[in-house]
């Protein structure tokens, strides 16, 4: 069985061994970066695990303004007039890829924003993941604000792609 629940502090470390397993070197991100964006964003940020405990995914997303993109490994305030959610970093386990879990968090991540009015999803596709998510419907931005090229020159060669995706209230986002 596999259940979906917020992460709390106590997650951190089996989230950075997750993190490990999936990204390369240049998009590590310190467990106090992890702690300080779980403490400003605490309802926005979920993981699965399977029935004896252990860690499958996670899902790191926060409330902000359109077309805002973090740094890498920079903290965030935010947003007070929040127009989107951020999706800033989702990792799967290798061994729980093809399980439909990454749909979950997302189908999770969509009921979320819509409980705050918010019209759309965003994020950072990297090591050439574009592909990936559009199939799941979102779609390249290109004309992005300059600070937006500034954090996206952040993530240093890992193919880093600002995206989109709108979220329509009518449907239904039951996982």
Known sequence: MITL??????????????QDSCYS????????????????????????Q????????YLFSYPAQDGYITPLAAEFTPAAKPELLYLH???VSPKARGLGIAGKLLQN??????????????LVAVQGSVPYWQRQGFTVVHNVMPEAKLA??????EQACYMQLPLEKDNNYAA
Request: charged share 15%; glycine share 6%.
């Open 89 to 91: 970093d989702m990792a």
């Open 25 to 48: 070197d240049a998009l590590y991100e310190s467990p106090e970066l992890l702690s300080q964006r779980l403490a400003v964003a605490a309802n926005s940020c979920w993981l699965t």
């Open 152 to 157: 996206l020159a952040s993530y240093q060669g």
């Open 50 to 57: 399977n029935s004896n405990g252990e860690l499958l995914a």
């Open 5 to 18: 629940r917020l992460i709390t502090v106590a997650d951190l470390a089996a989230i950075v061994r997750l």
């Open 109 to 122: 991540a969509k009921q979320y924003a819509l409980s705050l009015g918010l019209s759309k999803l965003g």
